[in-house]
């Protein structure tokens, strides 16, 4: 394979996002993990860290599987799918029995954004230049495959990563 720039483009930039999560997954309370923010003792019902991080861990092996290598070694355990589906909803967890342990949900993230942005960065810009082959609506502004994991990598990441910090915020956590 032919390695390119373009993957090398989307791994560093979609580091950034990683290295920006493991600051925000510092210092989270384990008992609050899967509550929603209660803010002047007002609930919140806002994606809480349990749910953005099993749901992030859903697109690593996507990110593989498209670019036609062995998502295997990043796919999340099978509850994660149910659990944290874009058709999932988000539920409190006050008794932590909905929820993996917060120790598990961090480490398989960390863990299989490592591994997408390690297998990004070897595609090739051919293969970075294909068409995007998943016929949605995104098609329309992510055209090409590279479009399609750098979005995957680094806006849907962050945009995700901004609950996680409003969350930590509104829990009275400082700033990551």
């Not at 036609?68 to 008794?95: I, M, N, R, W």
Request: hydrophobic letters at 40%; charged letters at 20%; a negative charge.
């Amino acid at each position: 394979m032919n390695m390119g720039q373009s993957g090398a483009m989307i791994a560093d930039a979609g580091t950034v996002g990683l290295r920006y999560a493991k600051r925000l997954l510092e210092g989270l309370p384990a008992d609050r993990y899967g509550r929603f923010a209660t803010p002047g003792n007002q609930v919140v019902e806002s994606n809480h860290p349990a749910f953005i991080l099993g749901h992030l861990s859903l697109y690593p092996a996507k990110v593989l599987a498209l670019l036609g290598s062995d998502a295997a070694a990043v796919q999340p355990p099978e509850e994660y799918h149910t659990l944290f589906s874009k058709e999932a909803k988000c539920v409190d967890d006050p008794d932590h029995n909905i929820y993996p342990a917060i120790e598990e949900l961090s480490g398989v993230f960390v863990h299989v954004y490592e591994k997408a942005l390690e297998v990004v960065r070897q595609a090739s810009d051919e293969q970075l230049a294909a068409e995007n082959p998943i016929d949605t609506p995104m098609k329309q502004v992510c055209p090409t495959l590279g479009a399609l994991l750098c979005f995957y990598l680094t806006g849907h990441l962050t945009t995700h990563l901004g609950q996680l910090s409003a969350w930590r915020r509104m829990e009275g956590l400082p700033p990551a």
